[in-house]
T-cell receptor
Framework: GENVEQHPSTLSVQEGDSAVIKCTYS??????FPWYKQELGKGPQLIID???NVGEKKDQRIAVTLNKTAKHFSLHITETQPEDSAVYFC???????????WGAGTKLIIKP | EAGVAQSPRYKIIEKRQSVAFWCNPI?????LYWYQQILGQGPKLLIQ????????DSQLPKDRFSAERLKGVDSTLKIQPAKLEDSAVYLC?????FGTGGAKNIQYFGAGTRLSVL
């Protein structure tokens, strides 16, 4: 079955710097890759997703890149702000299927 | 639009006791999910409902966990009897339709119920 590995488990960056979180997946059939942000005491919230027919997608300060050959995808946050502090999860799925396979999460800490 | 509502927010019980969690999904959402999130891990799907029918409960420990979704709206998840390893956050999510990858498939999560089993 699908397995998703996420690195690093904790990432501390200075406010204003960029942050990059990386995930790898095992099932080459996976073609849908969402990223969720979970703030303390809240449930995960979808922030961006990408499908395998594109290599990159941007939404303001957030971007996601996908390398199908290497089976890895990354979340990039530029100009980090204190409100970016949270746990970020990547996930993988076969589009149309119902089950998301989740990574273990990355705790992002933004230092003032 | 109201989000996914869950209650209680916190629950502390002793092992071998019973506990129940309640979830009210976003109005009109046909699909409902229960996840278990152990500290430091990603959510693990326990059970998925499509309206009031079970789509997948393959990861639900059926000897102690049960779930129902009456009338295709609210859902309850029960643990009886609880074990120490059941300590986790139990998340409920809902989506407009079944599947992944489309705007209508986006899963919206509640804040979860944090269960501590002593």
């Amino acid at each position: 079955g699908e397995n998703v590995e996420q690195h690093p488990s904790t990432l501390s960056v200075q406010e204003g710097d960029s942050a990059v979180i990386k995930c790898t997946y095992s099932d080459s059939a996976s073609n849908y890759f969402p990223w969720y942000k979970q703030e303390l005491g809240k449930g995960p919230q979808l922030i961006i997703d990408i499908r395998s027919n594109v290599g990159e997608k941007k939404d303001q300060r957030i971007a996601v890149t996908l390398n199908k050959t290497a089976k890895h995808f990354s979340l990039h946050i530029t100009e980090t702000q204190p409100e970016d502090s949270a746990v970020y999860f990547c996930a993988a799925a076969i589009e149309g299927n119902y089950q998301l396979i989740w990574g273990a999460g990355t705790k992002l800490i933004i230092k003032p | 639009e109201a989000g996914v509502a869950q209650s209680p927010r916190y629950k502390i019980i002793e092992k071998r006791q019973s506990v129940a969690f309640w979830c009210n999904p976003i109005s009109g959402h046909a699909t409902l999910y229960w996840y278990q999130q152990i500290l430091g891990q990603g959510p693990k799907l326990l059970i998925q409902f499509q309206n009031n029918g079970v789509v997948d409960d393959s990861q639900l420990p059926k000897d102690r966990f049960s779930a129902e979704r009456l009338k295709g709206v609210d859902s309850t998840l029960k643990i009886q009897p609880a074990k120490l390893e059941d300590s986790a956050v139990y998340l409920c999510a809902s989506s407009l339709v079944f599947g992944t990858g489309g705007a209508k498939n986006i899963q919206y999560f509640g804040a979860g119920t944090r269960l501590s089993v002593l």
